[in-house]
């Protein structure tokens, strides 16, 4: 179902249900894009931070932060996003966090911790090149819907859809 409004693609679709947004309406899976890709954005932009200014306290943070996204139904951003950002958009409330998105928070997490530990033990260049790689990621999945992880989670779970 798709209307002139609507700007969501065949591709655009599927890589949405590839994440676990299974169910709705192209003009549904639309409205829902920014705010699914806001906390990508966001802890994206903080790895971003904490690598420039070589940081392993910034890149712990963002590792508690996905850390939240793994046990809670929410990532944290999507309650900032639900409760104030969505209003300021003009923007329905987005969904639930899928599977995929919870293991996709969990690789953040396991990933993070290995390059504040290649900080702290002084080997900053494979730091770099971790935190680097896992920026790309999240800007991939940020920009074009493409989640690596979520390819990953359905690979091993028999795409388990939510």
């Keep these: 179902m798709t209307n002139q409004n609507c700007i969501i693609t065949p591709a655009g679709r599927q890589r949405l249900e590839t994440q676990g947004y299974i169910g709705y309406t ?3 899976l639309d409205s829902f894009k920014f705010g699914i890709r806001f906390a990508y954005y ?3 932009s903080i790895a971003v931070l904490g690598l420039l200014l070589t940081s392993p306290a910034i890149l712990f943070s963002t590792l508690l932060i996905a850390f939240m996204g793994v046990i809670l139904p929410r990532h944290p951003f999507d309650y900032l996003y639900n409760h104030v950002i969505r209003h300021w ?3 329905p409330q987005i969904p ?3 599977k995929q998105g919870r293991f996709a928070c969990g690789m953040a997490v396991v990933w993070l911790g290995v390059t504040v530990g ?3 033990a002084g080997l900053n260049t494979w730091g770099y090149a971790l935190g680097y790689m896992l920026v790309a990621t999240a800007i991939l ?3 074009t819907d493409v989640c690596i992880p979520s390819m990953i989670y359905n690979s091993l779970f028999s795409r388990n859809k939510e």
């Design 42 to 44: 966001l802890c994206g």
């Design 118 to 120: 290649l900080f702290y």
């Design 26 to 28: 192209d003009i549904e």
């Design 89 to 91: 958009v003009d923007k």
């Design 96 to 98: 639930l966090r899928s």
């Design 141 to 143: 999945v940020a920009t």
